[in-house]
């Protein structure tokens, strides 16, 4: 499969914040955002502890599911052409031979549609039921945890509040709506957005109260930068973006 990294957004505040006398989590105090009812009757029901014979299922709203779009995904992930295909049959064994893989990797393959089928239609409500997080996210989860510096990321099962997302749209298009979800929200502004190791184009950091800095490539570097940008603007959130890991 493609060497993809996972990108990681994390939080951070100046060391001379506590000058301020402003709480920590106040500095990153968001305005209230109230979600679509109709996203929270459906997963609050498909979350009921009610057995299955005295279940009755129903969407509001049907999920987004099409074999295409299951093929789009897996084609995109894998690295392969994403135009239609008119062909049928077994979408695994196609994909395994056109990755030119060998049959040993076709569980992997049939682990990648799987885990498309499941979350692929809920992608816009984060990817994953809090109650059912599904294998993909709690292995990302865990290897976060395992790393020498732990970092611990609630799913939703301990405060109800998903830290870790699936989203759909593009890499682009899911740090346009995290922008645009900060620039009009957040409470205390300007905010710093620090950038490491990801170019993004004029769009996307042209919002009003968000101060972009792109921190250089070189590890060291950046992480002399960073602490400068943090123990200028104590009291004021920043965010730090990495586009490898």
Same mark, same amino acid.
């Given at each position: 499969?493609?060497?993809?990294?996972?990108?990681?957004?994390? =939080?951070?505040?100046?060391?001379?914040?506590?000058?301020?006398?402003?709480?920590?989590?106040?500095?990153?105090?968001?305005?209230?955002?109230?979600? $679509?009812?109709?996203?929270?009757?459906?997963?609050?029901?498909?979350?009921?502890?009610?057995?299955?014979?005295?279940?009755?299922?129903?969407?509001?709203?049907?999920?987004?599911?099409?074999?295409?779009?299951?093929?789009?995904?897996?084609?995109?992930?894998?690295?392969?052409?994403?135009?239609?295909?008119?062909?049928?049959?077994?979408?695994?064994? /196609?994909?395994?031979?056109? $990755?030119?893989?060998?049959?040993?990797?076709?569980?992997?393959?049939?682990?990648?549609?799987?885990?498309?089928? /499941? =979350?692929?239609?809920?992608?816009?409500?984060?990817?994953?039921?809090?109650?059912?997080?599904?294998?993909?996210?709690?292995?990302?989860?865990?290897?976060?945890? $395992?790393?020498?510096?732990?970092?611990?990321?609630?799913?939703?099962?301990?405060?109800?509040?998903?830290?870790?997302?699936?989203?759909?749209?593009?890499?682009?298009?899911?740090? /346009?709506?995290?922008?645009?979800?900060?620039?009009?929200?957040?409470?205390?502004?300007?905010?710093?957005?620090?950038?490491?190791?990801?170019?993004?184009?004029?769009?996307?950091? $042209?919002?009003?109260?968000?101060?972009?800095?792109?921190?250089?490539?070189?590890?060291?570097?950046?992480? /002399?930068?960073?602490?400068?940008?943090?123990?200028?603007?104590?009291?004021?959130?920043?965010?730090?973006?990495?586009?490898?890991?």
């Amino acid at each position: 499969m493609p060497d993809y990294q996972p990108m990681l957004v994390e =939080s951070a505040v100046g060391p001379g914040a506590a000058a301020t006398e402003v709480p920590w989590p106040e500095v990153f105090a968001l305005r209230p955002a109230k979600g $679509a009812v109709v996203s929270e009757i459906s997963e609050a029901t498909a979350a009921a502890p009610v057995a299955a014979e005295e279940r009755v299922n129903f969407h509001i709203g049907n999920p987004v599911e099409d074999p295409r779009l299951v093929e789009h995904y897996a084609r995109i992930a894998l690295g392969l052409a994403t135009g239609a295909s008119e062909q049928t049959g077994d979408l695994a064994e /196609r994909l395994v031979r056109e $990755a030119a893989w060998s049959a040993e990797q076709r569980p992997a393959a049939e682990f990648l549609l799987a885990l498309i089928r /499941r =979350s692929g239609p809920y992608l816009p409500r984060g990817g994953f039921l809090r109650s059912k997080p599904g294998e993909l996210v709690e292995r990302f989860a865990a290897w976060l945890n $395992a790393q020498p510096e732990p970092l611990t990321y609630d799913l939703g099962e301990r405060t109800g509040r998903r830290e870790i997302v699936l989203a759909s749209g593009g890499l682009l298009e899911v740090l /346009r709506v995290l922008f645009h979800g900060l620039a009009r929200h957040l409470e205390r502004l300007p905010a710093t957005v620090l950038l490491h190791q990801l170019e993004l184009p004029p769009p996307l950091t $042209a919002f009003e109260g968000l101060d972009f800095v792109s921190l250089p490539g070189d590890e060291g570097a950046a992480l /002399r930068q960073l602490e400068h940008a943090l123990a200028g603007s104590p009291g004021s959130p920043s965010f730090l973006v990495l586009g490898r890991v």
